[in-house]
């Protein structure tokens, strides 16, 4: 079995990215807003392909302002550009960690699973062959994995 994942991660690099976190965090909550699932769904999406025709429509506001619509402000337009302009870098980067993370956490998780499958497996055969300690171990780690009780025959 090839272990892929052979480097830990030290409890201290993993308290100091929490707490980096954190401050980012607390840095933005301020700023942040958080949407409910419907209004995720309602609103019209920027995505890669719209983001030249947001800048382009910015641009051309501040040049002919008389084209801009009586109910809209072109300050409220300088924010909302500004904003998701602005973070787009950070949600790039927070994907990629995010993925990363999730790579590393899944892959380091297998690999823990199945060493403990093997360990499991190698108890259990230690509690057939009677070696003392391992009935313990294994009756202990066998309630992960109930499985079907036989029924007991009744006789009428």
């Known amino acids: 079995m ?6 830990s991660i030290p409890s201290d690099v993993l308290e100091q990215a929490v707490a980096k ?29 719209t983001l030249a025709f947001v800048v382009n429509s910015h641009e051309y506001s ?5 084209l ?4 809209a402000t072109q300050e409220d337009f300088d924010i909302d550009v ?29 690999e823990a699973y199945t060493q403990a499958l093997l360990f499991y497996n190698n108890a259990k055969m230690a509690s057939k062959n009677n070696v003392p300690g391992a009935k313990e171990i294994y ?7 109930p499985g079907r009780r036989k029924k007991q025959e009744t006789i009428d």
């Open 62 to 66: 501040q040049q002919r302002p008389e």
């Open 139 to 145: 009756d202990d780690l066998r309630t992960r994995f």
């Open 82 to 110: 500004a904003d998701a302009t602005g973070l787009l870098p950070i949600e790039s980067l927070l994907r990629k960690m995010a993925s990363q993370i999730n790579d590393t956490a899944m892959l380091a998780g297998s």
């Open 2 to 7: 090839k272990n892929n994942h052979t480097t």
């Open 21 to 49: 976190l954190n401050e980012v965090n607390a840095l933005m909550k301020n700023y942040m807003i958080t949407l409910t699932k419907e209004e995720r769904i309602s609103l019209p999406k920027m995505g890669e392909k």
């Open 68 to 71: 801009r619509p009586s109910y």
